[in-house]
C-alpha cells in the first residue's frame, strides 16, 4: 500500500461513517488512526452520545465480523472467552466465546467485575486465548474497542492498570453541539435511517497497518517520545512538579510504543510519510492519559489525568532537529 492509497481508504471510510455520525471529527480521527494501527481503544463518555453506533459502524464500513458483548456485573469471564463443555458421549468440545472475532465491542466494560474484565488481557495482549489448558489464536486482524462510563458513575468498576495499559488510546467523546445535535435528531427521529457501505475490508487493514509501521521517524523526534513518558515518572529529572506530586505510576514502555504508532498514523491521515513532534504531542493525551497512576492527593484537589499530560507537555521541551553536517 502506498501513502495515495492509504489516504483514499482513509477517506472512503470516514465519509461512510459520516453518513451516521454527527460531527466528533476528533473522536473518529483517534478511533480510525487506532484502527489502522492495529491498536485497541477505549472510548470514555456518558450513555447516549453514540459510542456504540461508531463502532458498529466502522464495522460495516469496513465489513469485519462484528460481535458485541454487553458487560453486567453477572458477566462471567466464561462468556467472554468461552468454555469447554461435555457432550452425549463424555466428549469435550470447545464452545468458542464473542472474543473470536475480528471487531469485539466491550460495551459499558466498565460495568462488569474486575475479574471478567481480567479475561480480556490475554485476548488484547497476544491476540489468542487459553481456555482449559489450550491455546487458541484469534482471527486476524482482532481488534478490541471498549467503551465505558465515567467512573463517578453509579455501578462502575475502575479498569484494572494492566488492562489499561493493553489500550493503546484512551479517547473521550464530548457532547454534541446544538447544530449536530438538530442534525442527530432529524437523522434518527424520522422514517429512513442512513447505513454505512461497505468500503474495505480486512486486507486493506492488513496492508493499511503495515505501511504504518515503515513510516519513519527522525532521531530527535524518537527522543522526544522517550522524555515524554520518561517524564511521566515521578521523581525523575524530567517529571514536573504536578507529576511528582499527583502521579504515583508513570506509563510503560507499551506507552512509548503506542506514541510512536499513533504518531505514525496521524502522518499518514495527514498525507505525509514523515511522523513530526507535533504528531507526537497531539498523540500524547489519548496515549497517556489511561496510563498515569493517580495518587489520592490528585482525587482530593480533583486533578485529573489531562491536566497533568497538558503539564507535561508544558514543561518538556519541544526538541530540535539536529543540524546537518553538525559533528
Known amino acids: 500500500m502506498k501513502v495515495e492509497d492509504f489516504a483514499r481508504l482513509a477517506a472512503a471510510v ?77 466428549e469435550r468440545s470447545f464452545q468458542p466465546g464473542p472474543v473470536f472475532t475480528q471487531l469485539l465491542l466491550a460495551d459499558e466494560v466498565n460495568r462488569a467485575t474486575p475479574k471478567t474484565q481480567s479475561a480480556l488481557l490475554e485476548a488484547m495482549a497476544e491476540r489468542r486465548v487459553t481456555v482449559g489448558g489450550v491455546t487458541r489464536d484469534l482471527p486476524d486482524p482482532f481488534f478490541v474497542m471498549a467503551t465505558q462510563n465515567p467512573i463517578e458513575m453509579e455501578g462502575t468498576y475502575p479498569l484494572p492498570e494492566a488492562q489499561l495499559d493493553r489500550f493503546l488510546a484512551k479517547v473521550l467523546v464530548p457532547l454534541p453541539h446544538a447544530d449536530d445535535l438538530v442534525e442527530i435528531l432529524a437523522r434518527t427521529t424520522g422514517v429512513a435511517e442512513a447505513r454505512p457501505n461497505r468500503v474495505a475490508g480486512a486486507e486493506d487493514l492488513r496492508a493499511a497497518a503495515a505501511l504504518i509501521r515503515e513510516v519513519p521517524m527522525a532521531s530527535h523526534v524518537t527522543r522526544h517520545v522517550v522524555d515524554l513518558v520518561g517524564a511521566t515518572h515521578p521523581g525523575t529529572v524530567l517529571a514536573p512538579e504536578p507529576i511528582s506530586r499527583y502521579v504515583r505510576h508513570g506509563a510503560s514502555p507499551r506507552g512509548a510504543q503506542s506514541l510512536v504508532l499513533l504518531a505514525k498514523a496521524y502522518a499518514l491521515l495527514d498525507g505525509r510519510l514523515q511522523v513530526s513532534v507535533s504528531d507526537v504531542r497531539a498523540a500524547a493525551a489519548p496515549c497517556l492519559r489511561h496510563r498515569l497512576v493517580l495518587g489520592y492527593e490528585a482525587l482530593a484537589s480533583d486533578v485529573g489525568a489531562d491536566q497533568l499530560v497538558a503539564a507535561l507537555l508544558e514543561a518538556v521541551k519541544v526538541p530540535s532537529p539536529p543540524v546537518r553536517g553538525a559533528v
Open 14 to 90: 470516514e465519509a461512510e461513517v459520516r453518513r451516521v455520525i454527527v460531527g466528533q471529527q476528533a473522536l473518529v480521527r483517534d478511533v480510525l488512526a487506532c484502527l489502522f494501527a492495529q491498536g485497541h481503544v477505549l472510548i470514555e463518555g456518558v450513555p447516549g452520545l453514540g459510542k456504540t453506533v461508531l463502532l458498529r459502524s466502522l464495522s460495516e464500513a469496513l465489513d469485519l465480523e462484528f460481535t458485541r458483548i454487553q458487560c453486567t456485573p453477572d458477566l462471567m469471564p466464561a462468556d467472554v472467552v468461552g468454555t469447554t463443555v461435555l457432550g452425549d458421549q463424555a
